[in-house]
């Protein structure tokens, strides 16, 4: 693709990479943030995101 000119692969590849980055910066805010509300992290609270 570079050879051709086009870099509508690497746009993709960037574009996934930074979707995922956001995914876990998400899940590791829930984590902190239910952290520091409880002083630990156990299942039953985790559970409580469900309903």
Excluded: R
């Excluded at 870099?7 to 829930?30: H, P, Q």
Aim: aromatic share 10%; hydrophobic share 55%; proline share 0%.
């Amino acid at each position: 693709a570079i050879q051709h000119g086009d870099a509508s692969g690497w746009v993709y590849a960037i574009f996934a990479i930074a979707i995922a980055a956001s995914e876990v910066a998400i899940g590791l805010a829930i984590f902190l943030a239910m952290y520091g509300q409880h002083e630990t992290i156990s299942l039953d609270d985790v559970n409580l995101l469900k309903h």
